[in-house]
C-alpha cells in the first residue's frame, strides 16, 4: 500500500519510519528540508513524564498577569483572524480540572509508547542525536507554584511516572551549575527519567536511515492541494506534478490548518510561536547544567547538547511570522545568565523562533476527521511536545492505516 506523507518534521520522519518498518511503501513531501520547522532548533527536552497540557484551570489566576506584563512569557498578539480568536475561545474553555486530568492521562501513555519507540531506534541505529538521559528539574520561585506542582505531581505519580518533590539544597546536589540560583529557589520536581537530543540531528538520521532504504523524499517542493474522486484522496498536487498514493498522512504542524481549510475543514490548531537560542558551552564544563532544567515561573527550558546549550520557551500568539524578536532572545539569554551565569559565551549564540502547532486541549488530532476522505489521516496538534510524542503518534498512525487497508 502507498502511503504519502506531507511533512518532514520529526512528526512526519517518525510516522515515514514506523510505516517503512510496517511494509508499506513510503513517500514524504515537504516545501523544505528535512527537519525544518518547529523541529529545526525546539526545546531539545523528551518530557515522557512532564506532559501537564498548557490548557490547565491554574491559568485562569495567572491569565492577566501573563497577558498583560511586558515580559510575559505567553503574549497574545491580536490579529483580525477568526481562527485565532476561535482557538483562544476554546482553548480557555479546555481550561478545567476534570479535562486537563483526562488530558495528561492520554498524553502519559502517548508519550509511554513513544519513549519505548524511540529507545529502540536509537539501539537499533546508534543515531548521532546528542542524546543525553540525566533527568529533569522544573525549578519553582515560591510556595503557592511549587504546592500547585506537588498536586499535579501525585496525580501524575498515580499514573505510574517516577517523579519527586526537592529542595533547594537537594536540587544543587543534583545539579551543581543551580549554585548560584540555590536562594531564589523554593522547591522543585525532579523526573530522573527523562531525556534531551537534538531534534533537528534526530530528522537527520531519520532521512538518511530511509532514504537508504527506499523511502522516497520530496523536498523543497510546495504543496498545492489534494485531488479527491468520489469521496477519496487519490493525489496530491506539487509544484513538481502530481504524486498518487493509496492513503495519505497530514503531518504538516501549524500548516495543517490552511491545508484543511481547503478542504472544507476547520482544524483547531493555532501556531504557538516559541524561540530558542544555541549556545557553545564554556571552558568550565561543570558551570552548565547536565541535567535538564526548566524554569517554570519563566517558562524557559535548559537542555544540553554535548557541547552546546539550548535554550527555549515562550508562547505567543501571533499568527504565522516567524520573525526572530531581539526582546524574546534578550529575555532567553537573560534567563540564562541568571540561572547559569559562567555556562558559556552569551554574545556568541544561534538564535530561533519557530511555530508549535497547538490544539487547544493539548491532545494531538490523529486520524481520519468528519467530513474529511476516509484515507486522509492526521497527525497534528502536539503543540510543545512535538518531539516527546512523535513515535507515539508514528504508532497511532500505523495502527490506523492498517484498518484503511482493510478497508479497501
Not at 531539545?44 to 485562569?60: E, I
Not at 490579529?79 to 482553548?91: K, N, P, R, T
Not at 482544524?267 to 544555541?278: D, E, I
Request: charged share 20%; hydrophobic share 45%.
Amino acid at each position: 500500500m502507498r502511503i504519502c506523507i506531507l511533512g518532514a518534521g520529526i512528526v512526519g520522519l517518525a510516522t515515514a519510519w514506523r510505516l517503512h518498518h510496517e511494509g508499506f511503501e513510503v513517500t514524504v513531501i515537504d516545501r523544505a528540508s528535512a527537519g525544518q520547522g518547529a523541529s529545526a532548533a525546539n526545546g531539545a527536552q523528551l518530557s515522557y513524564a512532564y506532559v501537564q497540557p498548557l490548557a490547565d484551570p491554574s491559568l485562569w489566576k495567572q491569565l492577566p498577569r501573563l497577558l498583560l506584563a511586558s515580559d510575559s512569557p505567553l503574549m497574545l498578539r491580536p490579529q483580525f483572524d477568526l481562527h485565532q480568536w476561535s482557538w483562544i475561545l476554546q482553548f480557555l474553555a479546555a481550561c478545567r480540572s476534570s479535562l486537563s486530568k483526562q488530558t495528561t492521562l492520554e498524553l502519559l501513555a502517548l508519550a509511554a509508547q513513544s519513549r519505548i519507540a524511540l529507545e529502540e531506534l536509537r539501539s537499533r541505529e546508534q543515531l548521532d542525536c546528542d542524546f543525553s538521559a540525566s533527568g529533569k528539574l522544573v525549578l519553582y520561585p515560591d510556595a503557592d507554584s511549587f504546592a500547585a506542582a506537588r498536586r499535579q505531581m501525585v496525580l501524575q505519580k498515580a499514573l505510574g511516572t517516577e517523579q519527586m518533590a526537592v529542595t533547594a539544597q537537594e536540587c544543587v546536589a543534583l545539579e551543581p551549575a543551580l549554585a548560584h540560583h540555590q536562594p531564589r529557589i523554593a522547591g522543585a520536581i525532579y523526573t530522573p527519567g527523562e531525556c534531551a537530543a537534538d531534534c533537528q540531528k534526530v530528522c537527520h538520521e531519520l532521512h538518511r536511515l530511509l532514504s537508504g532504504r527506499g523511502v522516497q523524499f520530496i523536498l523543497h517542493t510546495d504543496i498545492e492541494r489534494l485531488v479527491v474522486r468520489r469521496g477519496r484522496a487519490v493525489a496530491v498536487r506539487t509544484a513538481s506534478g502530481p504524486v498518487e498514493a493509496d492513503a495519505f498522512v497530514v503531518a504538516l504542524g501549524a500548516g495543517a490548518h490552511r491545508f484543511g481549510r481547503d478542504l472544507g475543514l476547520n482544524l483547531p490548531v493555532y501556531p504557538l510561536r516559541g524561540y530558542s537560542l544555541t549556545m557553545s558551552i564554556g571552558e568550565d564544563a561543570g558551570a552548565a547544567p547536565t541535567v535538564n532544567v526548566t524554569d517554570a515561573a519563566r517558562k524557559v527550558v535548559f537542555a544540553r547538547l554535548g557541547r552546546r546549550l539550548r535554550v527555549a520557551g515562550m508562547v505567543e500568539l501571533a499568527g504565522y511570522d516567524t520573525a526572530v524578536s531581539p526582546d524574546r532572545i534578550a529575555a532567553l539569554s537573560r534567563c540564562a545568565h541568571d540561572l547559569f551565569p559562567k555556562s558559556g559565551d552569551f554574545k556568541i549564540s544561534e538564535t530561533w523562533a519557530g511555530l508549535r502547532p497547538a490544539s487547544p486541549t493539548g491532545r494531538p488530532i490523529l486520524g481520519p476527521q468528519p467530513g474529511a476522505p476516509d484515507n486522509l489521516l492526521f497527525n497534528v496538534g502536539q503543540g510543545a511536545l512535538g518531539f516527546t510524542l512523535a513515535f507515539g503518534c508514528a504508532q497511532q498512525m500505523a495502527v490506523q492505516l492498517q484498518s484503511v487497508c482493510r478497508a479497501t
